[in-house]
Antibody, heavy 120, light 110 residues
Framework: EVQLVESGGGLVRPGGSLRLSCAAS????????MAWVRQAPGKGLEWVGRIKSKTDGGTADYAVPAKGRFTISRDDSKTTLYLQMNSLETEDTAMYYCTSWGYIYGFLNWGQGALVTVSS | QTVVTQEPSFSVSPGGTVTLTCGLS?????????PSWYQQTPGQAPRTLIYNTNTRSSGVPDRFSGSILGNKAALTITGAQADDESDYYCALFVGGGISVFGGGTKLTVL
């Protein structure tokens, strides 16, 4: 059974930083492309970005709101995905979901989410 | 900037059939966008229903089906049940490493 477990959420002040982690199990993590999706309170799903497997280059792509402020990385030895968020704004308040991703499979597996609240 | 469009809301009677659509603000949706569909109930993480246009995810009942209808991707629910009342989102791969979600459709079964 695939399990994706996010951690690291919490309350942070505007301009602050936070790092989310996603521990993966039951999945061939080394081969997996992974993504982050967020959902602001009462709003829809929003793609944040995704990272390729190291075999496929290990590079990441980002949505416009995340570009330059967020960094997705991975530690295959720990089967863990990360989302480093800097210069946080109130508009970044959301539940952040870790997902596996593939061209064909879309966002196939989902974690339960980590809540990030940006407020003074 | 690519905008993916979905009906904001839809209603269906129990046992009825409903088709939700997923379009583009500019252009047509085809299989090359690898459309996928997700179901979400309040307070829960999304659940994958359909990927690659029409492939059901593991454990998804066959009353859910995906297709391309005209210039849009479509999710059809045949024989709707009360617990199908949820928010439904589509996602498209628009190229350049970018995926975009639609705004979601709130489905009411009554």
């Amino acid at each position: 059974e695939v399990q994706l477990v996010e951690s690291g959420g919490g309350l942070v002040r505007p301009g602050g930083s936070l790092r989310l982690s996603c521990a993966a199990s039951g999945i061939s993590f080394t081969d997996a492309w992974m993504a982050w999706v967020r959902q602001a309170p009462g709003k829809g799903l929003e793609w944040v970005g995704r990272i390729k497997s190291k075999t496929d280059g290990g590079t990441a792509d980002y949505a416009v709101p995340a570009k330059g402020r967020f960094t997705i990385s991975r530690d295959d030895s720990k089967t863990t995905l990360y989302l480093q968020m800097n210069s946080l704004e109130t508009e970044d308040t959301a539940m952040y979901y870790c997902t596996s991703w593939g061209y064909i499979y879309g966002f196939l597996n989902w974690g339960q989410g980590a809540l990030v609240t940006v407020s003074s | 900037q690519t905008v993916v469009t979905q009906e904001p809301s839809f209603s269906v009677s129990p046992g009825g059939t409903v088709t939700l659509t997923c379009g583009l603000s500019s252009g047509s949706v085809s299989t090359t966008f690898y459309p996928s569909w997700y179901q979400q109930t309040p307070g829960q993480a999304p659940r994958t229903l359909i990927y690659n246009t029409n492939t059901r995810s593991s454990g998804v009942p066959d009353r859910f089906s995906g297709s391309i209808l005209g210039n849009k991707a479509a999710l059809t629910i045949t024989g709707a049940q009360a617990d199908d009342e949820s928010d439904y989102y589509c996602a498209l791969f628009v190229g350049g490493g970018i995926s975009v979600f639609g705004g979601g459709t709130k489905l009411t079964v009554l």
